[in-house]
């Protein structure tokens, strides 16, 4: 398995991968330049790397999620950097699944959305989500050169009429 597949298995969306590369470039230079601790498994010299950082939980554990090996091969390669550019291409050659909701989706949605998406759709697909409140409800989504507005910003638009004509006569209904 590639390394940038490993990377990819528990990595949802566009934003996640840009942290969770960062972070991974930044240990592997911690490693190859700062690192004091070497008798320690590399697991427990991330968790020390850690301490005092900004770093999520979810993001910390996904990328221990990645295993030891992972980090062996990046610095056991003639040229560490040369991998994490290639595992950068890999991502830049990923398909994105654009998704716009009325509300910012919470963190254990958006790896079940992206485990779904992951499984069913493509298997290197990343998420990009985007809130925007003037939708009300439903969703707007795209997959390469498909788009899919199913709104009620976009209903109300094509539909301005019937909505209007149907919530006048509900008022009416409610006032009589």
């Not at 998406?117 to 990343?126: G, L, M, Q």
Request: with cysteine; hydrophobic share 35%.
């Amino acid at each position: 398995m590639r390394i940038s597949d490993i990377i990819f298995s528990n990595t949802y969306t566009y934003t996640d991968f840009h942290r969770r590369f960062s972070l991974l470039k930044e240990f592997i230079e911690f490693l190859l330049y700062k690192d004091r601790q070497k008798h320690l498994p590399v697991l427990d010299r991330f968790d020390r790397f850690c301490v005092g950082k900004r770093i999520t939980d979810d993001n910390k554990e996904a990328v221990k999620e990645w295993g030891e090996d992972l980090f062996k091969k990046i610095l056991s390669s003639k040229d560490p950097y040369d991998i994490l550019s290639e595992i950068e291409d890999d991502f830049k050659k990923c398909p994105v699944f654009f998704l716009q909701t009325p509300v910012e989706p919470r963190s254990e949605d958006v790896v079940f959305i992206g485990k779904w998406i992951k499984k069913n759709v493509d298997e290197r697909a990343f998420l990009i989500f985007k809130a925007d409140c003037d939708m009300a409800a439903g969703c707007y989504f795209s997959w390469g050169d498909e788009k899919y507005d199913m709104s009620f910003k976009s209903m109300k638009k094509t539909q301005y009429k019937k909505i209007s004509s149907r919530i006048k006569e509900i008022m009416n209904e409610n006032i009589l």
